[in-house]
């Protein structure tokens, strides 16, 4: 089914008010172009309010900043340590990080490509090793997160990629003038991050099974089903997304819709998506519905192949006319 409203989805009624939070990272798969079709189904309200995907974080930042999240619970999952480790310390830290970055910016600005090769192979993987411990847990320093900062926005389009030794291997980006520094969002991002009852928590997707209760709001964004073999961007950490664990998220998404949760999921199109969810009959039972939406595929690395597409929200909230 596609997305159908009485007024336009773009119309200014779906525009969040407040002051905007953009993300502090570039994240593949990141939400901020959907924005526009999710806002129609944040429940009118809820309890807690649970991630267990993260990553960039669009949509809390988008709740955050409409003042949807001042009296709420809110628990932010990922499986990336660094993310985590880099996110905790910009909330405790932003300072020092913001000091690290102007260092960074700097010599960017005189070095280009070469400086991001010598931060990510000779600083920023011998550093994060070393600060690995025994669980895979990341002790993250300013000087760590600032790095993780700077390769992300100079990066080739923001990704997160590891290789079989876990190392971050992500080539250079082709940008003129990459924004590195900006100390006003760093600090409305420590600000959100900050709030008394937010937590975040490096861990499974799963681990939301034994938290989330009725009545609260759970927004899942996994690493997308790949549309074609070669379209696989899933390996944002050491492990890759399989069939397997798209199979036991449905199975949780299922679960918490039948417990009486608020749960809006968004993914590919691929085949084995709408067998999951468009065309399952225990889906449709726990009242999902799997809707299209248009969107642009924003990762590939031959520019050609970027454009249009469609990819589903799953939930079973109501459309409404909200922010």
Same mark, same amino acid.
């Given at each position: 089914m596609r997305i159908a409203a009485d007024r336009p989805i773009d119309s200014p009624i779906a525009k969040s008010p407040g002051y905007p939070i953009r993300p502090l990272l570039k994240w593949a798969g990141g939400k901020r172009q959907l924005l526009p079709y999710l806002r129609r189904f944040y429940p009118p309200s809820f309890n807690r309010y649970i991630e267990p995907f993260f990553g960039s974080g669009a949509v809390f930042f988008d709740l955050h900043g409409a003042g949807r999240l001042r009296d709420c619970d809110v628990v932010l999952i990922d499986s990336n340590a660094d993310l985590i480790g880099c996110y905790e310390t910009v909330r405790t830290q932003p300072d020092a990080v913001a000091g690290e970055l102007d260092v960074l910016a700097a010599a960017h600005a005189s070095g280009g490509q070469a400086q991001y090769y010598a931060v990510r192979d000779q600083q920023f993987n011998p550093i994060r090793d070393r600060l690995r411990g025994g669980d895979g847990r990341i002790a993250y320093t300013p000087q760590l997160a600032a790095m993780l900062i700077y390769l992300n926005r100079t990066g080739f389009n923001g990704l997160f990629r590891v290789n079989a030794r876990g190392a971050f291997n992500v080539p250079a980006g082709r940008y003129d003038r990459?924004?590195?520094?900006?100390?006003?969002? *760093?600090?409305?991002?420590?600000?959100?991050? &900050?709030?008394?009852?937010?937590? *975040? @928590?490096? =861990? &499974?997707?799963?681990? %939301?099974?034994?938290?989330?209760?009725? =009545?609260?709001? @759970?927004?899942?964004?996994?690493? #997308?089903?790949? *549309?074609?073999?070669?379209? !696989?961007?899933?390996?944002?950490? /050491?492990?890759?997304?399989?069939?397997?664990?798209?199979?036991?998220?449905?199975?949780? @998404? +299922?679960?918490?819709? %039948?417990?009486?949760?608020? %749960? *809006?999921?968004?993914?590919?199109?691929?085949?084995?998506?709408?067998?999951? #969810?468009?065309? !399952?009959?225990?889906?449709? /039972?726990? =009242?999902?519905?799997?809707?299209?939406?248009?969107?642009?595929?924003? +990762?590939?690395? !031959? $520019?050609?192949?970027?454009?249009? @597409?469609?990819? #589903?929200? +799953?939930? !079973? %909230?109501? $459309?409404?006319?909200r922010d």
């Amino acid at each position: 089914m596609r997305i159908a409203a009485d007024r336009p989805i773009d119309s200014p009624i779906a525009k969040s008010p407040g002051y905007p939070i953009r993300p502090l990272l570039k994240w593949a798969g990141g939400k901020r172009q959907l924005l526009p079709y999710l806002r129609r189904f944040y429940p009118p309200s809820f309890n807690r309010y649970i991630e267990p995907f993260f990553g960039s974080g669009a949509v809390f930042f988008d709740l955050h900043g409409a003042g949807r999240l001042r009296d709420c619970d809110v628990v932010l999952i990922d499986s990336n340590a660094d993310l985590i480790g880099c996110y905790e310390t910009v909330r405790t830290q932003p300072d020092a990080v913001a000091g690290e970055l102007d260092v960074l910016a700097a010599a960017h600005a005189s070095g280009g490509q070469a400086q991001y090769y010598a931060v990510r192979d000779q600083q920023f993987n011998p550093i994060r090793d070393r600060l690995r411990g025994g669980d895979g847990r990341i002790a993250y320093t300013p000087q760590l997160a600032a790095m993780l900062i700077y390769l992300n926005r100079t990066g080739f389009n923001g990704l997160f990629r590891v290789n079989a030794r876990g190392a971050f291997n992500v080539p250079a980006g082709r940008y003129d003038r990459p924004k590195i520094a900006d100390r006003e969002k *760093l600090a409305r991002v420590a600000e959100a991050f &900050s709030a008394a009852r937010l937590r *975040l @928590v490096w =861990g &499974s997707f799963e681990s %939301v099974l034994s938290l989330a209760e009725s =009545g609260d709001f @759970v927004y899942f964004d996994p690493p #997308y089903a790949p *549309l074609s073999r070669t379209a !696989n961007f899933t390996s944002y950490t /050491a492990l890759r997304f399989t069939a397997d664990d798209q199979l036991r998220l449905q199975r949780i @998404v +299922i679960a918490l819709a %039948v417990r009486g949760c608020h %749960v *809006l999921l968004s993914n590919s199109t691929a085949d084995e998506i709408a067998a999951l #969810y468009d065309r !399952n009959a225990d889906a449709r /039972a726990a =009242g999902l519905r799997a809707l299209r939406v248009p969107a642009r595929r924003m +990762i590939n690395s !031959n $520019a050609a192949r970027r454009g249009p @597409v469609e990819e #589903y929200l +799953i939930t !079973n %909230v109501a $459309a409404g006319t909200r922010d």
